[in-house]
């Protein structure tokens, strides 16, 4: 079976070891020299003056919001396609999370749709995901934003190392939120996230915000605190595993690349691999989605979709009342499905991916 997904192909030849030890043998493990320096190197790479470690990518959405200023019943504009992550920390502080339209060819936020939210609700903070990789339009969503006085919060979790321009995911709006899940880009070995911010603000309400609100030693400054920490561990493993992020997204894009000149003339709709996607994940869209991911199964294919149900769709927010009309959103739901993409993936299991793809097809027409 070809995973969605492998953490020994992605770790081939890294040595994970020395990174634990040298934690071990210091015997410190929260917020240590580790997570200090890993923030240091992070925040550089991100062309961002700051990278604060908190303990998920979810926690790392949450404390961002809180830190722009978002309160209980105040309203979080974000995309309805993105897994629910955004609508989850929104959630969790007592916000209401509603929906702007995605485009339809990069399946981010769309600025027409944004400023049309943004005229008729006034969000108190907007969350634009850089979705599967893809970098959103930046250039368009953030003057919308600013003009009307509302904090972009950018969700890089799938986006770690996305540029265009020469700037880097987490590097357009007010504050950025990364996961390193093990799966993600630049993975841990475990949980983990990061908040980036060019505001020194955000960065200080941030910095307490993960731990327990204290401005210092235990004194509480800041309501509204939480323990959300990167530990040491995880800290030192990321840190070795950054120096080859960009290589390893090359090679994401390598795969992604040989993909679509594979797939070209197929009934199928393949992503556009610019030098600015990250390509977090390989997703292609087509009517017949379940078929075909039934057919890789039955292939030695692992396939998955990213995400079956829209945000405004799920159980937990039906009985909101308002149903805002998303066509992009609902038939990307029922379309999108992703195929295996990642840093080692070899030559000849990319063909037997391609392979399994053009059968489908073949025995169809
Ligand atoms: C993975 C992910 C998150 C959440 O990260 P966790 O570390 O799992 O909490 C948030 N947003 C997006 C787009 C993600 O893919």
């Known amino acids: 079976m070809i995973p ?7 770790h081939e030849g890294l040595d994970l070891r020395a990174p634990l030890l040298r934690v071990l043998e210091r015997q410190w493990f929260v917020l240590g020299e580790e997570v200090r320096g890993f923030e ?56 209401v999370a509603c929906h702007a339209d995605v485009d339809a060819a990069s399946l981010t936020l769309d600025p027409v749709a944004v400023r049309a939210a943004i005229t008729r609700r006034r969000p108190a903070a907007v969350i634009v995901t850089h979705l599967y990789g893809q970098l959103a339009d930046m250039e368009a969503i953030v003057p919308i934003c600013r003009a009307a006085g509302v904090p972009v919060v950018e969700d890089c979790a799938q986006a770690h190392g996305a540029q265009r321009g020469g700037r880097r995911a987490g590097a357009f709006g ?17 949980d983990g996230g990061a908040v980036v911010t060019p505001r020194d603000d955000v960065a200080a309400a941030v910095r307490a915000l993960r731990q327990y609100g204290w401005e210092a030693k235990y004194h509480v400054v800041h309501d509204g605190g939480r323990n959300s920490r990167l530990d040491e561990l995880q800290a030192a493993v990321l840190r070795d595993k950054l120096p080859h992020l960009a290589r390893q997204n090359a090679e994401r894009r390598a795969i992604a690349r040989r993909y679509n000149a594979a797939f070209e003339g197929l009934p199928l709709r393949c992503p556009a691999v610019g030098d600015d996607h990250a390509m977090h994940l390989y ?11 039934a057919h890789l199964q039955a292939a030695g294919v692992a396939a998955d979709v990213h995400y079956p149900v829209a945000d405004h769709l799920q159980a937990v927010v039906s009985a909101d009342g308002e149903r ?9 739901c029922a379309s999108v499905l992703s195929l295996p993409c990642y840093p080692g993936l070899r030559p000849d299991e990319a063909d037997q991916v391609i392979a399994a793809v053009r059968g489908f097809f073949a025995a169809r027409g």
């Open 283 to 293: 997703v292609v869209r087509l009517d017949r989605r379940d078929a075909l991911r």
């Open 324 to 332: 805002p009309a998303l066509p992009v959103t609902e038939a990307a």
């Open 4 to 10: 969605l997904y492998s953490a020994a192909a992605v």
């Open 174 to 190: 007010d504050v950025a939120c990364f996961s390193f899940y093990p799966t993600k880009n630049l993975g841990a070995l475990g």
């Open 40 to 95: 240091a190197e992070f925040a550089a790479w991100c062309g961002v003056p700051h990278a604060l470690g908190v303990a998920n990518g979810t926690d790392a959405l949450e404390l961002a919001l809180r830190a722009v200023g978002v309160r209980p019943g105040d309203e979080v504009l974000c995309a309805a396609n993105a897994g629910f992550y955004g609508s989850t920390a929104a959630r969790a502080l007592g916000a």
